[in-house]
């Protein structure tokens, strides 16, 4: 069975710090991972994804992940925060079944 | 704008009454996806479709819940008999079965019963 965990609902940086958001993914077969941005009352935005190759991935906004898959982990990360990052951060795996499994986000505020 | 599209944005309804929503997914787009979402929550997984074939239900949507995609192309939610504790954030998403694998969402429908 597929699940992803993580880390922190609330994450607070300040501007220009580094922002890491943690997720850790369960799967019994090589996973796709993702991570989606929110913005309130909105859908969902993909930031990045990994499905095979590069373990390090690049996304927009500056953000980028690495897949580890010995720690099975895919964190978040962007050198240096900026004020319009504020939002809802989900992870995400897609299972062999084509579910998407969301995890259960992360707020990301950001201080001036 | 290609994206995917949710009718309405927001729905007020008086408990007991049925509401029916409407997404309309990517053109070239054969998966579709329906997901609810509470306040500090992620998306919980309801029902999926291949074209217009229903392929899995989530152990979430009872049977006051059904969807239907009758063509492969646009799909329709129905809560019937609603109740306060339906009230959530409703996205719709779809991907392509081949090639990227990302879901597209739409900006959601957002359910309160009152």
């Known amino acids: ?112 | 704008d290609t994206g995917v599209s949710q009718d309405p944005r927001h729905k007020i309804t008086k408990r007991g009454q049925n509401v029916t929503f409407r997404c309309d997914p990517i053109s070239e787009h054969n998966r579709l996806y329906w997901y609810r979402q509470t306040l500090g929550q992620g998306p919980e997984f309801l029902t999926y479709f291949q074209n217009e074939a229903q392929l899995e239900k989530s152990r979430l949507l009872s049977d006051r819940f059904s969807a239907e995609r009758p063509k492969g192309s646009f799909s329709t939610l129905e809560i019937q008999r609603t109740e306060q504790g339906d009230s959530a954030m409703y996205l719709c998403a779809s991907s392509s079965y081949e090639g990227n694998t990302e879901a597209f969402f739409g900006q959601g429908t957002r359910l309160t019963v009152v």
């Open chain 1, 1 to 112: 069975a597929q699940s992803v965990t993580q880390l922190g609902s609330h994450v607070s940086v300040s501007e220009g710090a580094l922002v890491l958001l943690r997720c850790n993914y369960s799967s019994s077969v090589p996973p796709y991972l993702f991570w989606y941005v929110q913005y309130p009352n909105q859908g969902l935005q993909l930031l990045l994804k990994y499905t095979t190759g590069a373990t390090l991935v690049k996304g927009i906004n500056g953000f980028e992940a690495e897949f580890k898959k010995s720690e099975t982990s895919f964190h978040l990360t962007k050198p240096s925060a900026h004020m319009s990052d504020a939002a809802e951060y989900f992870c995400a795996v897609l299972n062999t079944g084509n579910q998407f499994y969301f995890g259960t986000g992360t707020s990301l505020t950001v201080i001036p």
